[in-house]
């Protein structure tokens, strides 16, 4: 089978709606080509750390590369997809040079491609993310392995925006919570409350695809007896404080939509982990969690993003 490669040349903040757009539009996963990886410091301890190629990497902004099918309808597609990265202006996302290049690989290529891009990476005190195809043995007895395939959903679980949530979430779940997980996408957090000790997790997501991908993921990491996924907006329909913890790693146009919404359902003293934040919008966030009747307990950075841990007064 042939396949093509839809490359954009954008910016960080622009990663995660450009990648949601790509995932719409039926690719399995994207690869994101950031310079900063190559003088970003690592701790040598899980054989994670491999030589990276200069080459392989933009002199600045990011390219989020995603494969296609090459079919009849692939220039509809990626027009569509043109088309509603452009469209990202509106919510006032920096899309950089907004580059859309095209080239074509055939299918052994394509499963190289993404194969070469993942290794087990310890991403907080407790978690490590293994690729499916990798063997890896935990280095600790108390090291948590979330298994994931990049062509399964979004990515592998090592954006900073994941990672921050995964973070918090350590930091915030305890044995018996009832956590929902908004927006889930991969299923990665709602596997990561699961073994933290949570009772009980609901995964909503909009996007029926995403619905069926985090599945199968929940599925590979045997935590199916916990967390249930479903097609769900936002938290339209939940029942009023039936959640100890709401985390959501989406856009923060879309926290700032329904944060009234999150006050009714998380319990008195329960928590709320929003991620997905550029730095930009971070005080208008913060504002809008405060006014939902929230108190700011930690703002956690990492490179461009936020991630915001408050709690239900």
């Known amino acids: 089978m042939k ?4 490359s954009i040349h954008t910016t960080n903040e ?29 701790v040598d301890q899980f054989g994670e750390i491999y030589q990276l190629n200069p080459d392989d990497y933009p002199e600045e902004g990011v390219i989020v590369k995603a494969y296609l099918p090459v079919n009849s309808f692939l220039g509809e597609t990626v027009e569509a997809i043109k088309e509603s990265i452009n469209n990202l202006i509106i919510y006032d996302i920096d899309l950089g040079l907004n580059q859309v290049t095209i080239s074509e690989v055939n299918e052994e290529e394509w499963a190289t491609a993404w194969k070469k891009y993942y290794n087990p990476v310890k991403i907080s005190e407790k978690f490590t993310i293994v690729p499916t195809w990798e063997i890896y043995k935990p280095v600790s007895s108390d090291e948590l392995i979330i ?7 979004f990515g592998t679980g090592t954006h900073p925006t994941t990672v921050m949530c995964i973070q918090a979430l ?20 709602s596997i990561a409350a699961a073994q933290l000790g949570a009772e009980d997790v609901r995964a909503y997501d909009l996007d029926e695809v995403a619905v069926t991908q985090a599945k199968l993921n ?10 249930t996924i479903s097609q769900n907006n936002l938290l339209d329909g ?29 319990k008195p003293g329960g928590s709320f ?41």
Do not use: C, Y
């Open 14 to 42: 622009a990663i995660e709606p450009i990648s949601h757009i790509l995932h719409e539009a039926g690719a399995s996963g994207v690869v994101i080509e950031d310079p900063f990886e190559l003088t970003k410091e690592r």
């Open 273 to 313: 982990i929003a991620s997905g934040i550029i730095q930009q919008k971070k005080e208008l966030v913060k504002e809008a969690i405060v006014s939902a009747g929230f108190e700011i307990i930690e703002t956690i950075l990492m490179e461009d993003w936020v991630a915001i841990i408050a709690k239900r007064k």
């Open 147 to 153: 298994e994931l395939d990049p062509g399964m959903a």
């Open 3 to 6: 396949w093509s490669e839809i």
């Open 170 to 189: 350590e930091r915030t779940v305890l044995p018996g919570d009832r956590v929902i997980d908004v927006g889930t996408g991969s299923g990665v957090l």
């Open 218 to 227: 929940i599925k590979l990491n045997k935590v199916s007896d916990t967390v």
């Open 238 to 266: 939940v029942e009023e404080n039936s959640a100890d913890v709401i985390v959501a790693n989406i856009l923060a146009e879309v926290i700032l939509r329904f944060t009234d919404d999150v006050a009714r359902v998380v």
